[in-house]
């Protein structure tokens, strides 16, 4: 998986990709004016790859997956390009594009009630997206097909689930149905918005092995969505942070956990509980994303960050190296925070502004330790 931005960075190299996503924009015309949903976002995932994406609530994943699977509202306007095995998705007529969902992309959303019809046993939703793609693929091939795929998923006894109900599921249960749909023909991408966030902690961790299984069957390349950067551990290979509808930092997991290089991310990490550490100090960032319509100019993030300078107020920041190869970010001091912790920028936040002078000069005097990675 490599990563490419509006601004045409690119990073690694061009491998024979089954998705790319390239300067994807997506604006809605509303009554109070337009909502910049998502501000040219870009992937690359090759066969098998896995990219978590992770933001907070109203960053843009939801729009960009749902771009990508060309199932916005007639009323937006998308820019960019999303290829699909070199074939451009977008602007594709709806019978193209319904060939390609299921078979080629598969989507999994956070609350299987809206994969799942109410009126119809599981076993028969599963025959049915079998029998779509397979028009061959006789009744009864169909219904051995899904009992296997529901005792592949961690269905107990899928024989007599295969005639349950969904409202006769718990939602992990459920959700482990969508699962099994997603991979009934075999995709090349399976994507996940947020798969695991309506259901409970233990419930949460069988539905991501479930979600593995998948992708082991299938060979899918993984686009998992969530809110929370925990989960992607893991469970992806790479990581790209969305801001306010923009890609703000992307690289390994490794780059991203150990070696991050912008304060939204810092202050992520600094929310996640550690359980290496004996004292668990959380760090929260204060304040909220800001809105996407009439978004002023600058970095999104300056209201919040601890580091803001005047330039933030004044030029957005582009996506741009920031590491090891593959590690971007967007941020005009990225290079300021290596080998910093949250707790030493976000303790800044609602601190005197003595605490953040302190900061800016022993981050400008050079006295820093090593990138860590
Ligand atoms: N149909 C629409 N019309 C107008 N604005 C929209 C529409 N759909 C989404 N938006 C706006 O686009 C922005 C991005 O929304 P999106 O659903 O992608 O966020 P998200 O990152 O998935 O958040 P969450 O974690 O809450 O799911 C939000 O400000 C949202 O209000
Ligand atoms: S560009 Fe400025 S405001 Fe934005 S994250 Fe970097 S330091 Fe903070
Ligand atoms: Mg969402």
């Known amino acids: ?20 996503v390239d300067g994807l924009g997506v604006e809605f015309p509303t009554e109070d004016g337009i ?19 992770v933001g907070e609530s109203g960053s ?17 306007k998308v820019r960019g390009s999303v290829r699909f095995e070199g074939t451009e998705l977008l602007g594709l007529s709806d019978a193209r594009l319904s060939d390609i969902r299921g078979k080629g992309i598969a989507m999994i959303f956070q609350d299987p009630m809206t994969s799942l019809n109410p009126v119809y046993t599981v076993g028969y939703q599963i025959a049915e997206t079998l029998q779509r793609h397979h028009p061959d693929m006789k009744t009864r091939e169909a219904r051995v097909r899904a009992v296997d795929l529901l005792g592949t998923v961690g269905i107990p006894g899928p024989e007599r689930r295969v005639d349950s109900y969904p ?26 918005d947020e798969p695991t966030t309506a259901l409970d902690v233990t419930v949460q961790a069988q539905i991501l092995d479930a979600l593995e299984t998948a992708r082991a069957e299938t060979g899918a390349a993984l686009v998992l969505i ?27 997991v490794e ?7 912008m304060p939204y991310t810092l202050g992520l990490l600094g929310s996640l509980p550690r359980l290496d550490r004996e004292e668990e ?19 999104p993030f300056a209201p919040r960050c601890p580091m803001r300078r005047d330039v ?20 005009h001091f990225a290079e300021d925070l290596v080998g910093t912790g949250a707790e030493q920028v976000f303790d800044a936040v609602g601190a005197d502004s003595e605490a953040l002078a302190r900061f800016a000069d022993a981050t400008s005097t050079g006295n820093r330790e090593e990138d860590s990675v």
């Open 312 to 331: 933030c107020d004044r030029d957005e920041p582009p996506l741009r190296p920031a590491g090891r190869d593959g590690h971007l970010s967007a941020c």
């Open 255 to 261: 780059d991203i956990f150990y070696a991050p290089r």
């Open 167 to 192: 409202h006769e599921l718990s939602g992990g249960m459920r959700q482990r149905v969508v699962i099994a749909i997603a991979m009934a023909n075999d995709p090349d991408v399976i994507i996940a």
């Open 35 to 53: 909502v910049r949903a998502v501000r040219g976002v870009g992937y690359r995932l090759g066969p098998g790859d896995s990219l978590g994406i």
């Open 226 to 252: 969530t809110h929370d950067l925990g989960v992607v551990a893991g469970h992806t290979d790479r990581v790209a942070v969305m801001y306010a509808g923009r890609i703000v930092e992307t690289g390994s």
């Open 1 to 20: 998986m490599t990563t490419t931005s509006s601004e045409g960075v690119r990073a690694g190299a061009a491998t024979d990709a089954v998705l790319e």
């Open 60 to 76: 843009g994943k939801s729009v960009t997956a749902t771009a990508v699977m060309g199932l916005l509202p007639a009323t937006a």
């Open 281 to 299: 100090r959380l760090t929260p960032i204060s304040g909220s994303p800001p809105s996407l319509l009439n978004l002023p100019p600058g970095c």
